[in-house]
């Protein structure tokens, strides 16, 4: 997905590996990606409440701002 516009979008990509994202509005809720890169204007929410996820695997970028998942 590059340059693309997601309206309010709640528990986006959850359970989704491999991502490659670049979403030029805000993100209402990111759930439980399992691997890639997402990059959005912003993300009101990011969780990771499923434990066989890692983290680690996902990169999340806030406008030009690496995140981190865990926070």
Do not use: R
Request: proline fraction near 6%; charge should be negative.
């Amino acid at each position: 997905m590059t340059n693309c516009a997601l309206v309010n979008t709640n528990l986006a990509f959850e359970y989704c590996s491999d991502i490659d994202a670049s979403i030029t509005t805000e993100i209402t809720s990111v759930k439980n990606p399992i691997s890639g890169k997402i990059t959005a204007l912003a993300i009101g929410e990011t969780i990771f409440d499923d434990p066989k996820i890692d983290p680690s695997q996902t990169t999340i970028t806030i406008g030009n701002q690496e995140a981190n998942p865990n926070d």
